[in-house]
T-cell receptor, first 111, second 115 residues
């Protein structure tokens, strides 16, 4: 079946640094991928829709300059959290194809 | 606007009991998809089922079954003879059947199955 691979699964970074999260479709091409954020014991919040070869579409309230999304190929989308702060600590998860297929998620901790 | 309501925040059952997780949705779209996902403590989201709004047939997969009632906008999920490994957070989601369709998730139901 279709598989989406997300890396890293966990990352700890210092305040002010940037962190890149990768989302790869392993056995299919994904012109569209979705990035979600999940706070502890909360639901998934759609952050943006990543479109191959064009700009991402961000949801209302999501800072474009803070959360940079690049969908450079049909199998790879990246989310970069720039100048991370402790309040950016969260679980980030990508999906493709419906979203029936999710990546494993990335737990980001900013210290 | 879309909305998915999972009124049960937490459910606790004893192993082998049957348990039903409720999901009620709101949408103005005439065609849409409904999903259920399982999120175990490890965090990854596991896809369980996708149902097209045109198909109101109930579905059974092993110990899992789903009851889709379009008239009441509900898509309930039943686990029969629950097991400890079923302990997880379960999410119901709705997506309109368009190219730009965005999924809306419910707040999730935390199921704890005690031995």
């Amino acid at each position: 079946g279709a598989v989406v691979s997300q890396h890293p699964s966990r990352v700890i970074c210092k305040s002010g640094t940037s962190v890149k999260i990768e989302c790869r479709s392993l056995d299919f091409q994904a012109t569209t991928m979705f990035w979600y954020r999940q706070f502890p014991k909360k639901s998934l919040m759609l952050m943006a829709t990543s479109n191959e070869g064009s700009k991402a579409t961000y949801e209302q309230g999501v800072e474009k300059d803070k959360f940079l999304i690049n969908h450079a190929s049909l199998t790879l989308s990246t989310l970069t959290v720039t100048s991370a702060h402790p309040e950016d600590s969260s679980f980030y998860i990508c999906s493709a194809r419906d979203p029936s297929v999710f990546g494993q998620g990335t737990r980001l901790t900013v210290v | 606007a879309q909305k998915v309501t999972q009124a049960q925040t937490e459910i606790s059952v004893v192993e082998k009991e049957d348990v039903t997780l409720d999901c009620v949705y709101e949408t103005r779209d005439t065609t849409y998809y409904l999903f259920w996902y399982k999120q175990p403590p490890s965090g990854e989201l596991v896809f369980l089922i996708r149902r097209n709004s045109f198909d109101e047939q109930n579905e059974i997969s092993g110990r899992y079954s789903w009851n889709f009632q379009k008239s009441t906008s509900s898509f309930n999920f039943t686990i029969t003879a629950s097991q400890v490994v079923d302990s997880a957070v379960y999410f119901c989601a709705l997506r309109p059947n368009t190219n730009a369709g965005k999924s809306t998730f419910g707040d999730g139901t935390t199921l704890t199955v005690k031995p």
